[in-house]
């Protein structure tokens, strides 16, 4: 347990669905983010928010869209999807801003498995 | 610029030792390390920061070569629960970006 809790666990969409992805962190932390996980791959940071403002959109195409509603949570809408989007999807959270300082320790959820058909 | 890690894989038997190499090709300020098990959300493990410190977890500890903008990560008697993959991360000393390699598997053996 991470505090860090995304739901939902597993997802398969088809290329004209609309789906989200919801991410609560417990932590009372300041900053989260998305990352994209694929096999063999580095991860990939996709976006960054600090205290609700977005402060990295790390060139995702705008069939991703993040919102940040509170400091505790975290959501990624996805609209017309291709399937090369099937990966891992794992939200983080930090203490302080990456934008004031390095970025400390990430405590990441467990990730939604998304598969696109 | 994403860091490199080597080996991609390393096989282990139980109170073996091994090392896991990350460079990068920019100047770094910073070096995370994360262990990912299977099925299971990344952990940290430890950060070291520009001046060449040396950190332990447990028996596994990590240097960080400025110069060399290299950091390694060494496993001591490695111990069943040892098995995932490890990540490691790194930050500019012009943008505070993290960025991850791509892992590398250790598998340790009974």
């Known amino acids: 347990e991470t505090g860090v809790t995304q739901t939902p666990r597993h997802l398969v969409m088809g290329m004209t669905n609309k789906k989200s992805l919801k991410c609560e962190q417990h932590l009372g932390h300041n900053a989260m983010y998305w990352y994209k996980q694929s096999a063999k791959k580095p991860l990939e940071l996709m976006f960054v928010?600090?205290?609700?403002?977005?402060?990295e959109n790390n060139s995702v195409p705008s069939r991703f869209s993040p919102e940040c509603p509170n400091s505790s949570h975290l959501f990624l809408h996805l609209h017309t999807l291709q399937p090369e989007d099937s990966a891992l999807y794992l939200c983080?959270?930090?203490?302080?801003?990456?934008?004031?300082?390095?970025?400390?320790?990430?405590?990441f959820g467990e990730g939604s498995r998304l598969t696109v058909l | 610029q994403q860091p490199v890690q080597s080996p991609q894989a390393v096989i282990l038997r139980e109170g073996e030792d091994a090392v896991i190499n990350c460079s990068s090709s920019k100047a770094l300020y910073s070096v995370h390390w994360y262990r990912q098990k299977h099925g299971e959300a990344p952990v940290f493990l430890m950060i070291?920061?520009?001046?060449?410190e040396q950190k332990g977890h447990e028996k596994i500890s990590a240097s960080f070569n400025e110069k060399k903008q290299q950091s390694s990560l060494y496993l001591t008697a490695s111990q069943l629960s040892y098995s995932g993959t490890y990540f490691c991360?790194?930050?500019?000393?012009?943008?505070?970006?993290?960025?991850f390699g791509a892992g590398t598997t250790v598998t340790v053996r009974a």
């Open positions: 928010y600090s205290l609700e403002e977005r402060v």
């Open positions: 991360g790194t930050e500019g000393t012009n943008d505070y970006k993290l960025s």
């Open positions: 070291l920061l520009k001046g060449g």
């Open positions: 983080a959270s930090s203490q302080d801003s990456p934008l004031a300082t390095n970025t400390g320790e990430l405590f």
